[in-house]
């Protein structure tokens, strides 16, 4: 955290004391904290304790033209590189929520590019009331990171969920939050993740065995490779890598919707998600009953999300990576959709029954045009990491490219699908790149691959 520059804002609740250990935590991890106090935190600690703790002076007002002339509010918000509300009181939430600017915290918020994360701290009824779990999932919509609230003993005597998570387990994850800086910073990546649920009836469905690890996996490489990542995931049991940003959904077309709405300004698509590729024509209102020994249902296909962003005009057309799931000829399938959906680049894993769906580990085959590389057997987060590689070098050539006369190698420059792939991936030298789980973070250029 050496030199990184974290806005602590402190709201009104008891945890305000906790929040003095935890500035002197941040400081003695490197990191230069600036306080900014809500006028109900200052009923709990005075700014002069942060003031002490910090090293800088402590900003509580909006409307002060002393502070103003030395670092004004928009001033401060660039300054941030996180914002951080710990404790976030339940009227903190709800503010943040409604979107108010009426004091300096909530206006710095507004304000500011930088990642947000809020520490809740409250009584356990309060947490728990609809108004601040609706404000919550609102927040968390928007990429606001929860940290905490913690279970236990609490100040006005009761227990339950509320707590304010200790000060050291706050640094850990203001750690993992702070924007990375790599190759893709400043880059939009969009991930999709998991299966997709199918509606038969209101408690039936058609799924598949996707547990989301390897989209989650890649989502984190993606991160540490210093990009903006959002992650659309169908159900699945995971939490999301911290300082990714996670919309859940259920079916394709849900699924179909939320990519259509987060690709503006995205850099790079990856589809990992297990798709259905067909759904039941129309879900019944009401539990099938079971009146005969066979039932039919009619099918109808689901829209191709992956091949739908990949047709997209140039200017708006994202840098586009597909996986394939094949049980058998898995080059040759992985080839053919990689030009039938014009992706620049395409992962393929041999699926079944304990092979690469709800497996820890997997291995890959990437093709792009004129161009392959094996990621042997290794765990889904060190592919994903030797992948994040692979895609960072396909697609800084791929954005020269676009700069250049068109490269035979880049879909979205190139002449369409079939009349561009003049260099079959088969035809290619063939790269094997080691998925070491102790390798650095991906840097530009660190893989010989063949294109
Ligand atoms: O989630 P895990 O348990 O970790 O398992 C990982 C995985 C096996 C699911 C993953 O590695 C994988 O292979 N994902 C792609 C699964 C898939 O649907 O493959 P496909 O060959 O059927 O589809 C090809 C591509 O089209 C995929 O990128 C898919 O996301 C996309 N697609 C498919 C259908 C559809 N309607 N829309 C799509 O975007």
């Known amino acids: 955290m050496q030199g990184r520059h974290i806005l602590l804002g402190v709201s009104g609740g008891i945890a305000a004391y906790k929040s003095a250990d935890l500035v002197r935590r941040l400081i003695e991890q490197g990191a230069e904290v600036q306080v900014v106090m809500t006028h109900a935190a200052q009923q709990f600690v005075t700014a002069t304790t942060f003031q002490a703790l910090s090293g800088r002076a402590v ?26 509300i710990a404790p976030a009181s339940a009227d903190c939430l709800a503010r943040l929520a409604q979107g108010l600017a009426d004091d300096l915290l909530s206006t ?28 919550v999932a609102v927040l968390a919509r928007r990429g606001v990171q929860l940290l905490g609230p913690a279970v236990g003993d609490q100040a006005c005597g009761e227990n339950g969920p509320g707590r304010m998570l200790e000060p050291h387990e706050i640094v850990a994850r203001v750690a993992q939050l702070l924007p990375v800086h790599g190759p893709l910073e400043g880059r ?10 199918e509606g038969i009836d209101p408690v039936r469905f058609v799924s598949n065995r996707s547990s989301g690890k390897m989209g989650f996996a890649v989502a984190q490489a993606m991160h540490e490779a210093g990009a903006e990542v959002v992650l659309v995931t169908g159900p699945v049991c995971l939490d999301a890598p911290p300082g990714v940003s996670r919309i859940d959904v259920e079916s394709c077309e849900q699924m179909h919707a939320a990519v ?29 009953k079971k009146r005969s020994d066979t039932l039919t249902l009619d099918m109808m296909r689901t829209p191709d999300i992956l091949a739908g962003v990949s047709a997209r005009p ?24 990689l030009l039938a959906k014009n992706l620049d680049l395409i992962a393929a894993n041999e ?86 789980t102790s390798a650095p973070p991906p840097a530009r250029g660190t893989l010989a691959a063949s294109s």
């Open 314 to 337: 140039a200017a708006t057309r994202p840098f586009v990576v597909g996986f394939a799931a094949e049980t058998q000829t898995v080059e040759q399938n992985a080839h053919d959709k």
């Open 351 to 436: 699926v079944g029954h304990t092979k690469a769906f709800d497996t820890e580990e997997n291995a890959l085959l990437v093709l792009w045009r004129g161009g392959r590389a094996e990621l042997p057997h290794a765990s889904k987060l060190a592919l994903a990491r030797a992948l994040t590689r692979i895609i960072i070098e396909r697609y800084l050539a791929c954005e020269a490219a676009r700069a250049m006369p068109a490269d035979p190698a880049c879909a979205g420059v190139s002449a369409p699908a079939a009349g561009a792939a003049s260099t079959s991936a088969g035809a290619s030298t063939s790269t094997s790149t080691s998925a070491s």
């Open 188 to 197: 939009r990546v969009l991930v999709t993740a998991g299966p997709t649920r």
């Open 260 to 288: 259509q709405r987060e690709l503006p300004g995205t850099a790079i698509f990856i589809g990992t998600a297990a798709v259905a590729d067909y759904r039941p024509m129309c879900c019944a209102e009401q539990k099938i």
């Open 108 to 135: 710095l918020c507004l304000a500011s590019a930088a990642p947000l994360a809020v520490a809740p701290a409250m009584n356990h009824l309060m947490w728990s009331h609809p108004a601040t779990q609706a404000n």
């Open 59 to 84: 900003r509580t007002e909006l409307w002060d033209a002393a502070a103003e002339a030395a670092m004004g509010h928009i001033e401060l918000a660039r300054w941030a590189e996180l914002v951080l």
